[in-house]
C-alpha cells in the first residue's frame, strides 16, 4: 500500500475542524470541487455565495450546508478586513459508520437519507449558537489529538450517532422530511470527479480518463470545463493543495511527506506551488493555523 492510498477517508475515518477562521482571500481561494465523502459545513460569520447544482445559495452566519458524496459545489467568500470566513466542518465517509446506526431504525433511516436521497435542498438557515451539535464539534474538536488509533472510530461513531439525533428534528423542521423514494441523480461530471479523486495523487493521464469513462478526450475536458469553470490539470492542482491543507491541519507530517502524500515528490517545487496558491509557504501557513 502506498504512502498516498493511507489519506483516503476511508482510511482517515473522520476530518473535523471547529471554527475555522480564513482572514483573507489568499487564506481561503474557493473552487468548484468535491468530496469522497459526507461533508457538512456550518457557517458562524461571512458572507458570500454557495453554487450547488447549478443553484446558488447565499452564505450566511447560521446556515449549515449538506454535501454529498462527489456533489460539484463552489463557495465564493467576501472576506474582508473584520469579516472573516468562520466554519466548522465534519467530512466523513458514511459506510464506515452505517452498521452503528442500526440500534436506531429511525436515525437509521435518516442517515442514509442525507447522503444518498435528493434532498430538497442542500442547506438550511436561521440557526442559533446554542444549537446543541455546536458543543458537540466543540468537545470532540478538544480531545481529538488525544485519541488512540485504536479507539477512534469508536469515539467518532459516537459522535455522529449524538451529532445526527441532534440535526435530524432541526433538518425535518427547517427542509421538511426528504423523500427516500428519490435518488440523487449523478452528473456526468461528477463521474470524472470520481475518478480523479482515486487518481489526484497520480501523474494525469487524460487518455486513461478517457478510456475508463468512454468519453472522447475533447468531449471530457469541455463538460468538464463547462460544469466546474476549471481546466482537469487546474481541478487536479487545487486538489492536492486542498488536501495538502487538511494534513497540514490536522497530521504532524513533514511537508515533504506531505508533497509525497498529494503527488508532488520534489520538496521544492510543492512549496513553491502551495506558496503560489496560498501567498504562504507549507511551513508559514502551518504556524498561521
Same mark, same amino acid.
Given at each position: ?110 442517515? /442514509?437519507?442525507?447522503?444518498?436521497? #435528493? ?7 436561521? @440557526?442559533?449558537?446554542? =444549537?446543541? %451539535? &455546536? ?7 478538544? /480531545?481529538?489529538?488525544?485519541?488512540? #488509533? ?7 461513531? @459516537?459522535?455522529?450517532? =449524538?451529532? %445526527? &439525533? ?124
Amino acid at each position: 500500500m502506498s504512502h498516498v492510498q493511507a489519506f483516503k477517508l476511508n482510511e482517515l475515518k473522520l476530518y473535523l475542524t471547529y471554527r475555522h477562521t480564513s482572514l483573507d482571500s489568499v487564506q481561503y481561494q474557493g473552487t468548484f470541487h468535491a468530496h469522497q465523502g459526507i461533508e457538512i459545513l456550518i457557517v458562524h460569520e461571512g458572507s458570500g455565495t454557495l453554487v450547488v447544482d447549478q443553484k446558488s445559495y447565499e452564505v450566511a452566519p447560521g446556515m449549515l450546508c449538506v454535501f454529498q458524496p462527489y456533489q460539484l459545489h463552489h463557495i465564493q467568500m467576501n472576506i474582508q478586513p473584520g469579516k472573516p470566513f468562520v466554519r466548522s466542518v465534519i467530512q466523513f465517509e458514511p459506510s464506515l459508520y452505517e452498521n452503528y446506526f442500526e440500534k436506531w431504525p429511525s436515525l437509521l433511516a435518516f442517515f /442514509k437519507q442525507i447522503h444518498t436521497s #435528493k434532498l430538497p435542498s442542500p442547506c438550511i438557515y436561521g @440557526l442559533s449558537g446554542d =444549537e446543541p %451539535f &455546536h458543543l458537540l464539534i466543540e468537545r470532540l474538536e478538544k /480531545k481529538r489529538h488525544a485519541l488512540g #488509533k485504536n479507539n477512534e472510530l469508536e469515539e467518532f461513531s @459516537l459522535f455522529l450517532i =449524538e451529532f %445526527f &439525533h441532534a440535526f435530524k428534528p432541526i433538518w425535518e423542521q427547517r427542509s421538511g422530511k426528504t423523500e427516500t423514494s428519490l435518488t440523487r441523480t449523478v452528473h456526468q461530471a461528477e463521474r470524472i470527479l470520481v475518478w480523479l479523486e482515486n487518481h489526484y495523487t497520480e501523474p494525469l493521464r487524460l487518455k486513461q480518463l478517457a478510456g475508463d469513462l468512454h468519453l472522447s478526450p475533447y468531449h471530457l475536458s469541455h463538460l468538464f470545463k463547462e460544469c466546474t469553470g476549471s481546466s482537469i490539470s487546474d481541478y487536479v492542482t487545487a486538489r492536492r493543495m486542498q488536501q495538502a491543507v487538511k494534513l497540514l491541519n490536522s497530521t504532524d507530517l513533514s511537508v515533504a511527506l506531505i508533497g509525497e502524500a498529494v503527488g508532488i515528490a520534489n520538496c521544492s517545487y510543492f512549496c513553491r506551488l502551495f506558496k503560489s496558491h496560498y501567498g504562504y509557504t507549507p511551513h508559514q501557513y502551518r504556524k498561521l493555523t
